[in-house]
């Protein structure tokens, strides 16, 4: 496997999985949307779910491309980015309001993720 650093995680790899990551939730917030209301199989055709599919398409080219660079043990912690990123969509535009659990939950997924990519960079 070759590598930009010891790690893996050079700055192509990082804006990787940070475009992969986006992506997902994208893709994530727009499937909630196009299924929100919907009774019969047909009512989840439409373009906010097809649009949600099409970002995770990008996305998982985003990944390919960054686990093709760098370990695994490196480039799935960023996976979690995800979650962070569509409770923030969920706080934003749909109003929800996570309770204290959740919000120190999501604190400590963003630690670890920065422990990984800083020890990673070094």
Same mark, same amino acid.
């Not at 970002?55 to 390919?64: E, Q, R, V």
């Not at 760098?70 to 962070?84: E, G, K």
């Given at each position: 496997?070759?590598?930009?650093?010891?790690?893996?995680?050079?700055?192509?790899?990082?804006?990787?999985?940070?475009?992969?990551?986006?992506?997902?939730?994208?893709?994530?917030?727009?499937?909630?949307?196009?299924?929100?209301?919907?009774?019969?199989?047909?009512?989840?055709?439409?373009?906010?779910?097809? +649009? *949600?599919? @099409?970002?995770? /398409?990008?996305?998982?080219?985003?990944?390919?491309? !960054?686990? $093709?660079?760098?370990? #695994?043990?490196?480039?799935?912690?960023?996976?979690?980015?995800?979650?962070?990123?569509?409770?923030? +969509? *969920?706080? @934003?535009?749909? /109003?929800?309001?996570?309770?204290?659990?959740?919000? !120190?939950? $999501?604190?400590?997924? #963003?630690?670890?993720?920065?422990?990984?990519?800083?020890?990673?960079?070094?």
């Amino acid at each position: 496997m070759t590598a930009a650093s010891p790690s893996g995680l050079g700055w192509p790899v990082l804006v990787a999985l940070i475009a992969g990551s986006l992506c997902a939730a994208g893709g994530t917030f727009l499937l909630k949307l196009g299924a929100n209301g919907a009774t019969a199989l047909s009512d989840y055709i439409n373009i906010r779910v097809f +649009a *949600g599919f @099409a970002l995770y /398409g990008i996305g998982s080219a985003a990944w390919i491309f !960054a686990m $093709s660079r760098a370990p #695994l043990s490196v480039v799935y912690p960023f996976n979690a980015l995800t979650f962070i990123l569509v409770m923030v +969509a *969920g706080i @934003a535009v749909l /109003g929800e309001r996570p309770g204290p659990a959740v919000i !120190a939950g $999501s604190l400590m997924i #963003l630690g670890g993720i920065g422990c990984i990519a800083i020890g990673s960079l070094a």
